[in-house]
């Protein structure tokens, strides 16, 4: 393969990517014991770093700095991006490129008495950790199980909710509602690196791997620590590797299925033994596992699983790992999933809702956005507060939303309307209407209109039982 030839552009360079991850991603399905070699010079093929400098550059991520203060757009201005990726490539081919401590800067999780550690590389590594990214996601994930969504090509959220929605309705029952404790910070180096190398035998792709796992972390306070365990969350290479770690628990799961319930009979079988049958969904490190049993049974299969964590240094956070039924109902990735009766009948169905931590999430960004002094006038309000709503809806649109909707309009409405006021003191609300709202109810600054929640369509999200990859293994 002759990586010395530069790509004459971007689209061509996409197109080479494709072309080798669809080989990558065909081979390591075609056998489940083969261990790729050279793929170190893939990481410095001219084509993966410039689809990588693309990604890094287009992402949100690239106005933060890291240590060394230089953002994607300092690059672009001082160096230029040929220069710069020349500059990578060979400190990558001499072997002189070493990773620097990321960036620690920690965020408030929901709730606000906990926080969440974030580390920002410096932009190089970010670089070279998409190049990283690109040569080893289509291999492992020939591996990867369907019963993981977070942080994989093709999947999302709602695909777990429907797989929870369509066993929850069945005969799976219990849930046993999980949460893994500080996982980005507590995976167990050696554990992952053992479970790389079931794929991986080139020894410079391994070095690099391992090389960004030991980098560091430079605090806000200014102290270098060094990175004993865990990948710290915010990198791009790290969603990969926690999936790798994490996917020992697939496996678990997968091996139970299909030696002891993949078949009618032998779950049959299992409930004459008075024993239960288990599915898991899973994304990322929040997972659930759905019950066809007793409660007694959820709780033997905690100790189980916890025992599967511990073999790469993870447990369970007590706070957030319990065990519920249906009709108790629990929330996960923002829903509120839980069984009652219809209305006007006399039968139970399960229903997905938004949870209410998730109506206060937005609440509390609507308020931060509509406080008197937060925006500069009524057009960049109905900008920031119309992004919020379009978001955050059509994420739940595929819920039982309909009155959650029609709730977060009027409250949208009413916190806008009393930004006008402050702003307009003196008007009243004839002036102000006929002045912000056309003489009608709308609010508008003539151009951009407030986005009204309670018009967006509900409907139901239908359950993908196969979802295609993005490098298909056949013409």
Sequence with gaps: ???????????????????????????????????FDD????????????????????????????????????????????????????????????????????????????????????VADRVVQAALKLVLEPIFEADFRPYSFG?????????????????????????LEADIEACFDSIDHTALLTRVRRRIADKRALLLIKAFLKAGIMTEAGQQTGSLVGTPQGGIL???????????????????????????GKRRYRRRQGLATWRLVRYADDFVILIAGQQHHAEQLRHEVAAVLATIGLRFSPAKTA????????????????????????????????????????????????????????TTLLERVNAQ?????????????????????????????YWIRKRHKGLTWKQLRRRFMGGGWTITDGQLTLSNPAAVTVTRYRRRHRIPSPWPTTA
């Excluded at 996409?14 to 056998?31: D, F, N, P, Y």
């Excluded at 401590?101 to 969440?116: A, D």
């Excluded at 978001?391 to 916190?415: D, H, I, P």
Aim: one cysteine or more; hydrophobic letters at 40%.
């Design 151 to 175: 942080f994989r090509p093709g999947r999302r959220a709602q695909d777990a909710i429907a797989d929870i929605h369509f066993f929850t309705s069945r005969t799976y029952e219990w849930v």
């Design 323 to 378: 065990v519920v039924n249906i009709d108790e109902g629990f929330d996960f990735l923002g829903f509120r999933i839980q069984r009652h009766r219809k209305r006007g009948t006399n039968s139970r169905y399960v229903y997905t809702y938004p949870s209410r931590a998730a109506v206060n999430r937005v609440k509390d960004k609507v308020r931060a956005l509509t406080r008197s002094s937060a925006q500069p006038d009524l």
């Design 39 to 122: 793929l170190f010079n893939l990481v410095t093929d001219p084509a993966f770093l410039l689809v990588a400098w693309d990604r890094v550059r287009s992402n949100t991520g690239a106005r933060s700095a890291g240590v060394d203060g230089l953002t994607a757009h300092h690059v672009d201005v001082l160096l230029g991006a040929d220069t710069f990726l020349g500059m990578i490539r060979q400190a990558l081919r001499t072997a002189e490129f070493r990773p620097l401590p990321v960036r620690e800067r920690r965020i408030p999780k929901p709730g606000g008495r906990k926080w969440r550690r974030l580390g920002i590389p410096t």
């Design 238 to 264: 790290s969603p990969l590797l926690a999936n790798i770690a994490l996917s020992v628990l697939d496996d678990y799961a997968h091996t139970a299925w299909q030696e002891t319930m993949s078949t009618d």
């Design 389 to 417: 709503l379009h978001g955050w809806c059509n994420y739940f649109r595929f819920a039982v939303a309909k009155r959650t909707f029609s709730y977060l309009g009027a409250f949208t409405w009413r916190r806008v309307a």
């Design 1 to 35: 393969m002759n990586t010395g030839a530069p790509p004459l552009s971007l689209d061509e360079a996409r197109r080479r990517v494709l072309e080798i991850q669809t080989k990558l991603h065909r081979w390591a399905g075609e056998s489940g014991s083969r261990r």
